[in-house]
């Protein structure tokens, strides 16, 4: 059973920071690219950032470019996702994905509220 786990998720001021994880277990993990996506009330759900299965890739949405970054410990079958100069408009949940081909596996979400 697949199971992807995020957590970090929680209330901050404006330009603060956290940092998001996401455990996977029952998939081979370094087998997969990790992207984080977020959703944010009454909106779509939208790419955030990705990495690939080494980590020798990533990319981000424009939104985030330079505050935010995803890294991965694949030893620990986990990703994370640094955020930094957060703002309001970061207030959303935070989804982790696994994907490989046309496998697609999804977190629960975490919440990230961004508000003074």
């Known amino acids: 059973q697949v199971q992807l786990v995020e957590s970090g998720g929680g209330l901050v001021q404006p330009g603060g920071s956290l940092r998001l994880s996401c455990a996977a277990s029952?998939?081979?993990?370094?087998?997969?690219?990790m992207d984080w996506y977020r959703q944010a009330p009454g909106k779509q759900r939208e790419f955030v950032a990705g990495i690939n299965w080494n980590g020798g890739s990533t990319n981000y949405a424009d939104s985030v470019k330079g505050r935010f970054t995803i890294s991965r410990d694949n030893a620990k079958n986990t990703v994370y996702l640094q955020m930094n100069s957060l703002k309001p408009e970061d207030t959303a949940v935070y989804y982790c994905?696994?994907?490989?081909?046309?496998?697609?596996?999804w977190g629960q979400g975490t919440q990230v509220t961004v508000s003074s």
């Open positions: 029952g998939i081979f993990f370094s087998m997969y690219a």
């Open positions: 994905k696994a994907r490989r081909g046309s496998e697609n596996y």
